[in-house]
């Protein structure tokens, strides 16, 4: 009787045992988010753990109902999701596949382990199904990180440079034509500034929009960044061609943009074409040769169509050589000033100099027409111009004190050195530093200066004029040129371009237009000064339209310092 006392406590023990440990896996499978689906081919259990019910609205209860799973799915993904079901019907022991679900999109990934006796007949089967729609989803999202441009649906660059790769690549092989057509808006950052970023993005989102739709079998198009595009034709021809894609390009943006916000928006579009093998041998050269022809484009009026040609290529490293020399120039200071002298027109007697950047590179002259706008585009123009300002101070203080006479120190100031907040500051701490007079020192600004912010630069201006220094208004009447902000300028002087004395002799409207000028300024109280006179005929025809003062090479060219103390020398001026 013990004996059996003892065996029956020791399997009431066992199966307490046992019981546990199946109330730990239970748990365990209750608190996973996946559900589970076991099969024993000995017994013919099946059991389904886990979050089952939270995944699917019925029971497995034999082999049968694995069917109801299939009905579950996407059609397309029935086949493959069977066959991972009955792995134990091709002798596998572990496969998956991830499956669409009809009714809620989700998706669920199905793994299914087999166990063999030593036979190779199914012992087990355990079905493990994941919720993986999270996972799809931001793989998806990464995948179109990947490929996409978030903002318009086009290929991303780095995508782009890939298909581009591919397309040289076959061409290379079929002696082919690719040819990348690189998209620019023109005066996109009007847009910007002027309604707000949000417009501009969805101008760029509805030209995308277009472009997607433009592409077909031999095109790829992406969006570079900004208002900037690029497409990639291969072997074009005939409507596919680059005119005649550009030519659909022109109509699309002949129509307004309609922005969500109410705006209609009309644009123009410049674009720079490179082909392979002419142009370039890889994607990215490829690319940068279309982008260099769209600067030039910019540059040449905008809203056209030009195809890139060797000296396009040369000129860029040109310049590119030309900013680097520059910088060197600016960091070594291998500038020389030249002073080109003024004269009254009634007395010829002198007024002043205006003084001259020169820059010597290698025993070469470079014009100051070359590397100003260099130097004005990379910002060394403020080093370079403030050297100029203190330089030309500088020699006229020592003049002064060497010659014992005044006369006037010209100096040309640029856009950039005006919108300075301390320019006005450094101006005047200059002229204490080397006690000239203000009176003595008149400073040039052309009239692009004042384009920008005509308010900012007149406040200057009066400044600038309260502390008695001149100024002057250089080659009036090729820019802005408005009476109306003319009158409310407070300068001293009027400069007559170059450009109107060279036919003032052969031309009767540049004529009328230069006495009308000179008259103008006598009724508004300047001096006039006539610049770029060569020949004693025109000198003769401005002295006796009342031109206050002549400056040209029938006077005197710009002169080093050396030279000008031999004028200073033998003709005092007349201030």
């Known amino acids: 009787m013990n004996e059996l006392h003892y065996q029956l406590d020791l399997l009431k023990a066992m199966n307490d045992k046992l019981m546990e440990k199946e109330k730990m896996y239970t748990r365990i499978f209750e608190v996973t988010e996946s559900a589970f689906l076991y099969q024993s081919f000995v017994s013919d259990q099946i059991a389904t753990l886990g979050q089952w019910n939270r995944f699917f609205d019925f029971k497995v209860r034999e082999p049968r109902n694995f069917n109801k799973i299939l009905d579950l799915v996407e059609d397309a993904y029935v086949p493959e999701l069977k066959r991972v079901l009955f792995l134990e019907k091709q002798g596998e022991t572990s496969a998956q596949t991830d499956c669409q679900l009809k009714a809620t999109k989700g998706w669920l990934q199905f793994r299914t382990f087999v166990i063999y006796d030593n036979d190779g ?10 919720n993986v729609t999270k996972a799809r989803i931001q793989n998806e999202e990464l995948n179109y990180m990947a490929y996409y441009d978030s903002l318009t649906g086009l290929y991303n660059r780095n995508y782009f440079v890939r298909l581009l790769t591919e397309y040289i690549k076959t061409a290379k092989e079929n002696n082919a034509v690719v040819s990348v057509m690189l998209l620019d808006i023109d005066d996109f950052r009007k847009v910007n500034d002027g309604l707000g970023i949000m417009v ?17 079998d031999n095109m790829v198009a992406c969006h570079l960044h900004s208002d900037t595009f690029c497409l990639a034709l291969y072997d074009p021809s005939g409507p596919g061609s680059v005119d005649a894609v550009y030519r659909e390009i022109q109509r699309r943006v002949g129509e307004p943009f309609h922005i969500s916000s109410g705006q209609d928006i009309t644009v123009t579009v410049s674009a720079g074409v490179a082909e392979y093998p002419e142009a370039a041998q890889s994607a990215l050269e490829l690319m940068n040769c279309a ?5 030039k484009c910019k540059k040449q009026g905008k809203n056209v169509l030009q195809y890139f040609a060797p000296p396009i290529l040369e000129n860029f490293l040109n310049s590119i050589e030309l900013e680097n020399k520059l910088k060197r120039a600016v960091f070594n200071n291998d500038f020389h000033m030249y002073y080109q002298p003024q004269y009254y027109a009634g007395n010829r007697r002198l007024r002043g100099v205006e003084a001259l950047i020169r820059w010597k590179d290698e025993e070469k002259m470079i014009s100051p027409a070359t590397f100003i706008p ?10 370079i111009g403030k050297w100029v300002v203190e330089e030309s101070i500088r ?4 003049w002064r004190r060497q010659f014992g006479f005044p006369f006037i120190m010209s100096i040309n100031i640029s856009a950039l050195q005006y919108k300075r907040e301390d320019f006005v500051d450094s101006i005047v701490g200059i002229l204490n530093r080397y006690a000239v007079r203000p009176a003595e020192v008149e400073l040039e600004i052309t009239e692009s200066v004042l384009i920008d912010d005509f308010s900012a630069v007149y406040e200057k201006l009066k400044v600038l004029r309260s502390y008695g220094i001149r100024i002057s208004l250089d080659d009036f009447g090729t820019g802005f040129s408005s009476l109306s902000y003319l009158k409310r300028l407070p300068i001293d002087t009027l400069k007559i371009d170059k450009s109107f004395i060279d036919t003032v002799m052969t031309d009767s409207a540049t004529r009328v237009i230069t006495e009308s000028i000179i008259n103008m300024v006598k009724s508004l109280g300047f001096e006039s000064i006539a610049e770029g006179v060569e020949e004693e005929q025109q000198y003769q025809y401005l002295h006796a339209i009342g031109c206050d003062v002549i400056q040209g090479f029938l006077f005197n060219k710009p002169l080093s310092p050396q030279e000008l103390e031999l004028v200073l020398a033998k003709s005092p001026p007349a201030v």
């Not at 020699?395 to 020592?398: G, I």
């Open 395 to 398: 020699q006229y203080s020592a």
């Open 200 to 216: 501009g993005d969805e101008l760029v989102q509805q030209f995308g929009f277009f472009l997607k739709e433009l592409c077909g």
């Open 121 to 130: 007949q199914p012992v087990n089967k355990v079905v493990y199904i994941l």
């Open 374 to 383: 260099v130097a004005e585009k990379n910002g060394s123009i403020i080093t």
């Open 291 to 295: 982008e260099l022809v769209v600067f």
